[in-house]
């Protein structure tokens, strides 16, 4: 079996070494041709058949602004502002991803 002498705690898959040692171990003796590198979520859910993302609106946006919201107050260390602050980020990166436009109140 072939082992990467460069990457010896884990997989690099830009490494064709890893690649090969991965796909023996699992049990398939042939490297597929998808480059997880290059290749975004997106793409790879719609070749399985698969939605990529669960539909975002602005109900389950403001769930998930008080989750997480709540969950920096817990941790203490941060002030209220700067705990919503971080919450508002989260909820603009999560529509970006979806490439839907934010509310206005993020």
């Given at each position: 079996m072939a082992e990467c002498d460069t990457h010896r705690f884990f997989f690099d898959w830009s490494c064709h070494i890893c690649k090969?040692?991965?796909h023996k171990l699992k049990g398939t003796n042939t490297i597929k041709s998808e480059n997880y590198d290059t290749i975004s979520f997106e793409e790879r859910a719609k070749?399985?058949?698969?939605?990529?993302?669960?539909?975002?609106?602005?109900?389950?946006?403001?769930?998930?602004?008080?989750?997480?919201?709540l969950q920096y107050l817990k941790k203490g260390n941060l002030s209220?502002?700067?705990?919503?602050?971080r919450?508002?980020?989260?909820i603009r990166k999560?529509?970006?991803?979806?490439?839907i436009e934010p509310w206005?109140?993020?």
């Amino acid at each position: 079996m072939a082992e990467c002498d460069t990457h010896r705690f884990f997989f690099d898959w830009s490494c064709h070494i890893c690649k090969e040692e991965y796909h023996k171990l699992k049990g398939t003796n042939t490297i597929k041709s998808e480059n997880y590198d290059t290749i975004s979520f997106e793409e790879r859910a719609k070749k399985k058949g698969q939605k990529g993302y669960k539909e975002f609106n602005e109900e389950r946006a403001k769930k998930l602004y008080e989750e997480i919201f709540l969950q920096y107050l817990k941790k203490g260390n941060l002030s209220e502002e700067e705990s919503i602050n971080r919450s508002k980020t989260i909820i603009r990166k999560q529509c970006r991803l979806r490439g839907i436009e934010p509310w206005s109140w993020t």
